[in-house]
């Protein structure tokens, strides 16, 4: 139940699963082995903890916030693939 909400929350699919073989997209997601993450519900998880996470966000320059994005996509990976 816990990996599902998880899953559904941040989008995550296997790479196999995405649609169009073309990597047509491929900058939308960060790509972790074989799962991939929709890069924008990261990003939407962010604004969701309240306005100082936030704008500790918004003030990264672009390199910063793909780290945060990788970062945060990487840990929500390693509670799926623990549990």
Same mark, same amino acid.
């Given at each position: 139940?816990?990996?599902? +909400?998880?899953? +559904?929350? !941040? $989008?995550? #699919?296997?790479?196999? /699963?995405?649609?169009?073989? &073309? $990597?047509?997209?491929?900058?939308d997601?960060? $790509?972790? /082995?074989?799962?991939?993450? $929709?890069? &924008?519900?990261? =990003?939407?998880?962010?604004?969701?903890?309240?306005?100082?996470?936030?704008?500790?966000?918004?003030?990264? &320059?672009?390199?910063?916030? #793909?780290? =945060?994005?990788? /970062? =945060?996509?990487? !840990?929500v990976? /390693?509670? =799926? +693939?623990?549990?």
């Amino acid at each position: 139940m816990l990996i599902g +909400t998880i899953m +559904t929350m !941040f $989008n995550i #699919e296997m790479i196999e /699963e995405l649609k169009g073989g &073309d $990597n047509k997209g491929a900058c939308d997601y960060a $790509n972790f /082995e074989q799962w991939c993450i $929709n890069v &924008d519900s990261i =990003v939407a998880h962010i604004e969701d903890h309240g306005s100082f996470p936030w704008q500790c966000y918004e003030k990264l &320059d672009v390199a910063d916030q #793909e780290l =945060v994005i990788k /970062e =945060v996509g990487m !840990f929500v990976m /390693e509670l =799926v +693939t623990s549990l």
